[in-house]
Nanobody
Framework: QVQLVESGGGFVQAGGSLRLSCAAS????????MGWFRQAPGKEREFLAA????????YYTDSVKGRFTISRDNTKNTVYLQMNSLKPEDTAVYYC????????????????WGQGTQVTVSS
């Protein structure tokens, strides 16, 4: 089990950038693949990106491919989501999550979740 705390959310104008961080506690962070999800008001939580435990593989949903970059630093127990060219439709609460395996795009594969951080993009 890992405890996850997101940070870095805030207000930004369209076209701007933010970098989200997700700090994990626990000695086994490097064993987990990590994912980022988001949930907009009235919508289901959606998969954005995932990174394998070794950072050798990354995966993105089409809507963020080329704009968002997921990375991790296992020495700091932290996973990041660099978000560029932000759009108003990116406005949502962003969550990081940890999984030991399974289909990375499926939120049910993730066993541990952070509390979320709000991102608001103004037009």
């Amino acid at each position: 089990q890992v405890q996850l705390v997101e940070s870095g959310g805030g207000f930004v104008q369209a076209g701007g950038s933010l970098r989200l961080s997700c700090a994990a506690s626990g000695r086994t962070f490097s064993s987990y693949s990590m994912g980022w999800f988001r949930q907009a008001p009235g919508k289901e939580r959606e998969f954005l990106a995932a990174i394998s435990w070794s950072a050798s593989s990354t995966y993105y949903t089409d809507s963020v491919k080329g704009r968002f970059t997921i990375s991790r630093d296992n020495t700091k127990n932290t996973v990041y989501l660099q978000m560029n060219s932000l759009k108003p439709e990116d406005t949502a609460v962003y969550y990081c999550a940890a999984t030991l395996g399974g289909n990375f795009w499926n939120m049910r594969a993730y066993t541990d979740w952070g509390q979320g951080t709000q991102v608001t993009v103004s037009s």
